[in-house]
């Protein structure tokens, strides 16, 4: 059976073999020093060498051009018929450039009697000027005529396969080789885990099938498919599962590439946006246990950035002031920036602050708090204008890098109110510039008030949520989500993404609470085993130092800080709309009860496994997913009738005219403190602000909210022009600096 591949003609060849007299002609030949070109000490045995080594004339007349260059090349490719001087070639073009004593290793002889041979087949590929020696480093290269020889060697060892009529397969490596049945085998038992037995009957049945397709030309892929094809014909559904290639369908690919416009952070984040689906594909059908992974897809719950899952923690909790103070070691990490010296000077601290920022927002998928920044700052307080522009360089500067996902992760830096009053006011002024400089703030604040007086920024801090600020008040460690930090050590990374559909449980539950909290302490327990092994992958990575802040400046490897974090979606539509309890004393009672299961059933499960695990209810990006799963299985009638919005209630919401009419005691405010003390993960208390609000009212909210709340978020949101950036309370429908439509 004859395999035949498309080539565009022997012209292709006679190209390369024309440039190779070309670079032969005008490169030197001058003959080489051996005890300057090449270290080989004792290793050299010039009793080995051919004679014709030693016979090229250094000048030739006009007439000699052809004939050198025909015994050029003969001479080329004498060196080049010995497999020990291919491999040589091909070890310095992939790992180049290497030490003498690197080469002979990586090229198989390790042995003192293999010394000479090794030096022999060296000197001829110099000689040649296929490899060559830097001499001030002491490494050898390939050269760009050794380049182009391995190409052409390439090339005449895949065509000799064709022309022989053998099976040939284009491999993932970008190279054709002969089809070898035995490398399946080798496959199997080693990534399927199959008996050697059984290993070697599914690749029978495969072989037997290539030749009856009479495929043009094999594929890495194609033979993969025909694999695991058979193995689900004879029932062997584990091992085809082990088996199975993660990736994108070509024509997805093309469709990426065709609607490029719609991809954040441009080739970056088309690459970044390509890996993603292949790790989330790798986590649901690889990774995670098969009832975790089918809860998800069926919307019993929901991963948030399941390609990020296994790889990256969702918050970081971290303390500035150390990291900048001690300087910044990657590890080798981040070659191309500049090393992170001790601070000693403003201008150092303005650097050293942005690059830090830039570096340790890729260390985590959502958010870094940062405490300390307000004590990091008071050494530089005789200077407050000086000290508040390079803030806002800072800001501006570190916001650049990319993020990923349309939600980049958000650096918070944690401002109490009852420190240095005119450092802290230095620090709303910067960033209230910088609200204004930027479309879409990548920095966020995190106030407590739990110490200090609100009123005495609550002017400036409303100015910055009109300007689209990212502000969270709390008296306690919080993130941007309203996930509290319960202890006071750092750093401390909380693994989440993870919510609960609540009205998914109700649905199920017949309108039995009883039944309903069973289902959900059902769920929590094995959702909580795959959390923990995220943590265990994520701890592995920091620790090989794929996070190299994480890895080489903090504490974390030893303290094992971590929190795997629960999130309740729904509780409200849940208990009030499907199990039918009324918004009095007793519904609150329920709704109560619920949570203090999902905290009890959290705690246990974390004493066994010895690890915190905390309950939140705060937002999540399942809940739309949840709505239209809900809708498809039980009528969307049924989801309407629960809920007036496109999504499952995300902790509490309140609208600015409610809250003005709240105290301490009012029924709304009791729940949200009760349900903020059961949780001990926190609970995300949003206020809504209606467009084009101005800076008094919202000022008013602010102060309002933190008398009779523990923590609050003002939500409001600022037209932006997606074309110029800008920020206007004017506008609409278009915008009236550069006339565009489109307003975000």
């Known amino acids: 059976m004859f395999f035949s591949i498309k080539i565009k003609s022997w012209i292709r060849l006679q190209t390369l073999i024309t440039s190779i007299f070309l670079i032969t002609i005008l490169g030197s030949s001058k003959k080489l020093d ?44 004498s060196v080049m018929a010995s497999p020990n001087r291919i491999d040589i070639l091909r070890i310095l073009n992939s790992k180049g450039p290497l030490t003498y004593s690197e080469l002979k290793s990586l090229a198989g002889f390790k042995s003192k009697k293999e010394s000479g041979k090794f030096a022999y087949h060296l000197r001829k590929l110099l000689r040649q000027s296929l490899v060559a020696l830097n001499k001030s480093e002491r490494r050898y290269t390939i050269t760009n005529l050794g380049k182009l020889v391995l190409s052409l060697a390439r090339q005449i060892e895949e065509r000799s396969i064709i022309e022989s009529g053998k099976m040939y397969v284009r491999t993932s490596h970008s190279s054709i080789e002969e089809f070898n049945s035995q490398k399946i085998i080798q496959s199997l038992v080693r990534e399927g885990s199959l ?14 099938r290539i030749y009856k ?15 695991n094809s058979v193995l689900l014909e004879h029932g062997h559904e584990e091992y085809r599962h082990k088996l199975a290639r993660v990736g994108l369908p070509i024509f997805e690919v093309q469709e990426m590439v065709s609607n490029a416009e719609n991809i954040e952070n441009g080739v970056e984040g088309l690459l970044f946006k390509t ?15 098969k009832d975790i992974a089918d809860a998800h897809l069926s919307g019993d719950l929901h991963i948030t950035n399941p390609g990020l899952w296994s790889i990256l923690p969702d918050t970081i909790f971290i303390n500035v002031k150390a990291l900048i103070e001690d300087g910044i070691d990657l590890k080798g990490k981040y070659l191309n920036v500049c090393r992170i010296p001790p601070v000693k000077t403003l201008n150092n601290l303005s650097s050293a602050l942005s690059m830090i920022i830039a570096l340790i927002s890729k260390e985590a998928s959502q958010e870094v708090v940062m405490d300390d920044l307000i004590l990091l700052l008071s050494k530089y307080s005789k200077d407050l ?36 009053q005119k450092i802290v006011k230095t620090v709303l002024s910067a960033y209230k510039t910088y609200a204004k400089l930027t479309p879409l703030p990548k920095i966020g604040l995190v106030i407590d008030y739990e110490k200090g007086k609100i009123v005495d920024v609550s002017q400036t801090l409303s100015e910055i949520i009109i300007l689209g600020g990212k502000v969270i008040f709390a008296k306690q460690k919080t993130s941007q989500k309203g996930v509290t930090h319960p202890k006071d050590t750092t750093p401390v990374l909380h693994l989440g993404s993870l919510s609960i559909n609540l009205p998914r449980l109700a649905f199920e539950s017949n309108k039995d609470e009883t039944y309903f909290r069973a289902r959900l302490a059902l769920l929590i327990k094995p959702a909580l085993d795959s959390m923990a092994l995220r943590k265990k992958s994520i701890s592995n990575l920091i620790r090989l130092g794929v996070s190299p802040i994480l890895s080489a400046n903090t ?9 795997l974090v629960i999130n309740l979606v729904g509780l409200q539509n849940a208990v009030y709309g499907i199990l039918g309890f009324k ?16 905290v009890d059933i959290a705690s246990k499960k974390g004493k066994n496994l010895g690890i915190d695990i905390i309950v939140s209810m705060t937002e999540s990006e399942g809940t739309e997913r949840f709505i239209a799963l809900d809708g498809e299985k039980y009528g969307k009638n049924s989801v309407q009738q629960i809920t007036n919005t496109e999504t499952y209630s995300q902790g509490i919401i309140l609208d600015i005219d409610t809250l003005t009419g709240l105290t301490g005691k009012s029924p709304e405010i009791t729940e949200c403190n009760k ?10 208390i949003q206020i809504t602000i209606p467009k084009h609000t101005k800076a008094d009212e919202i000022k008013k909210v602010i102060e309002k909210g933190a008398a009779i709340t523990s923590s609050f978020k003002p939500v409001m949101q600022v037209p932006i022009c997606g074309n110029c950036g800008s920020k206007d309370e004017k506008l609409e429908d278009k915008c009236p600096a550069c006339k565009s439509t489109y307003i975000l």
Do not use: C, W
């Open 34 to 77: 051996l005890e300057e070109e090449i270290d080989l000490e004792s290793d050299m045995n010039m009793g080995d060498l051919d004679d014709d080594e030693l016979s090229l004339d250094e000048g030739l007349s006009g007439s000699q051009v052809l004939q050198s260059t025909s015994k050029r090349v003969r001479m080329i490719f």
């Open 195 to 208: 008996p050697l037995e059984l290993a070697q009957k599914i690749t029978e049945e495969v072989e037997n």
């Open 213 to 227: 397709y009479q495929t043009a030309y094999l594929t890495g892929s194609l033979i993969r498919e025909l694999v």
């Open 275 to 289: 890996g993603r689906i292949v790790f989330a594909e790798h986590l649901l059908t690889s990774t995670l246990p």
């Open 385 to 420: 204008p000086e000290l508040e522009r390079k803030l806002v360089d800072t800001f501006t500067a570190s916001s650049i890098t990319i993020g990923y996902s349309k939600m980049p992760t958000v650096v918070s830096f944690r401002i109490p109110l009852g420190a240095e």
């Open 555 to 563: 504490q974390y490897i030893q303290h094992s800080t971590v929190s």
């Open 583 to 598: 918004k009095n004393n007793e519904g609150q009672g329920i709704l109560y009860k619920v949570i203090e299961t999902a």
């Open 675 to 684: 349900i903020g003390k059961i949780l001990n993960g926190g609970l995300l």
